[in-house]
């Protein structure tokens, strides 16, 4: 094992019963997924608030698209990796653990998590903005710029079925979200820089609820001064040594 472990997380997470996970970007980033923010993000060219929103999708429909075709290309060929891998393996240690994700790539569904909260969407789906009919996403990949509703006599403007700034997240979503965190005993804030909101007000409700808190990071976050415990360094390393500690710990405890 790499990191250094503390006693209190061990404890914790041994007793625990209920385990919640909220991954942002960064969960994704070993599998080759592009981050929003940071030297290493997506967005240096335009900040997420000038194209993630509905306005700048209506003005120029064309950029916008032009942009997320980019993303589902990368998305579609890329693997879950050893975090998501180490998430969905909690399951086997836990009868309760919930991934409330605001990633939008499907990649913890893909890796076995049975119980996904996409609170941002899926970029997998796309929607007519006009009549609410889903397209494909194969005919929205070979549309010449952005795409339109195939149903007859509509015509409408396609979107992908994100959530964008300024717009509420799925209520269904969001309220399980909620029950997922005034349940568990342990949340694991990962790969997350914490400023989009009200995502990120999730980990400390749970905090207040009396949840452990532990953050996962390669780099300290408005989250951080908040967590009862920060494993500095990348999900994909730390995750797997999560679990490898916690199953020896079981299988001590089970002789
Ligand atoms: C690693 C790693 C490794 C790297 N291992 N880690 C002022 C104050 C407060 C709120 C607001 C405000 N003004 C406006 C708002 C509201 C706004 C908001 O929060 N804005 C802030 C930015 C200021 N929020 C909204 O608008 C939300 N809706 C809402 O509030 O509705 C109510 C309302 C209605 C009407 C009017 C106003 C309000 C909606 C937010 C939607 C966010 N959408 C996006 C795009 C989704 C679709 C798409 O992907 O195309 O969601 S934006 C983008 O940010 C995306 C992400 O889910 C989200 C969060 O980003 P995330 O995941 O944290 O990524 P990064 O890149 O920021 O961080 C990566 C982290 O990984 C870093 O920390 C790295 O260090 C780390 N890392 N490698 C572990 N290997
Ligand atoms: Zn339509």
Redesign the pocket.
């Known amino acids: 094992m790499s990191i250094d472990f503390p006693d209190t997380l061990l404890k914790t997470l041994s007793a625990a019963h209920a385990v919640a996970a909220f991954t942002?970007?960064?969960?994704s980033?070993?599998s080759g997924v592009p981050?929003?923010?940071?030297n290493?993000?997506i967005w240096t060219r335009f900040k997420?608030?000038e194209l993630?929103n509905l306005a700048a999708f209506m003005k120029n429909p064309e950029l916008v698209w032009e942009w997320?075709r980019a993303?589902k290309t990368i998305i579609a060929g890329v693997e879950p990796n050893a975090?998501h891998k180490a998430l969905a393996a909690l399951e086997e240690l836990y009868g309760d653990v919930t991934i409330v994700t605001?990633?939008?790539d499907n990649l913890h569904r893909r890796a076995g998590s049975r119980t996904v909260v996409e609170l941002?969407?899926n970029?997998e789906r796309n929607y007519c903005m006009t009549c609410g009919t889903p397209a494909s996403n194969a005919s929205v990949l070979s549309a010449d710029g952005a795409p339109r509703c195939e149903v007859e006599g509509c015509g409408g403007l396609v979107r992908?079925d994100?959530?964008?700034?300024?717009?509420?997240?799925p209520e269904d979503e969001w309220d399980r979200a909620v029950r997922a965190m005034a349940r568990a005993d342990v949340v694991l804030s990962?790969?997350?820089?914490?400023?989009?909101?009200?995502?990120a007000s999730l980990p400390l409700t749970a905090k207040q609820q009396g949840a452990l808190l532990v953050e996962?990071?390669?780099?300290p976050?408005p989250l951080t001064p908040h967590a009862d415990v920060f494993l500095r360094g990348?999900?994909?390393s730390i995750l797997p040594d999560i679990v490898s500690v916690l199953r020896a710990h079981r299988a001590v405890q089970n002789r």
């Open positions: 942002g970007a960064g969960v980033a070993e981050t929003f923010r940071g290493e993000g997420p608030e993630a997320y993303r975090a605001q990633n939008i941002h969407g970029i992908p994100v959530v964008w700034f300024g717009e509420m997240l990962i790969g997350t820089s914490g400023v989009v909101y009200p995502a996962i990071n390669p780099e976050t990348p999900a994909g």
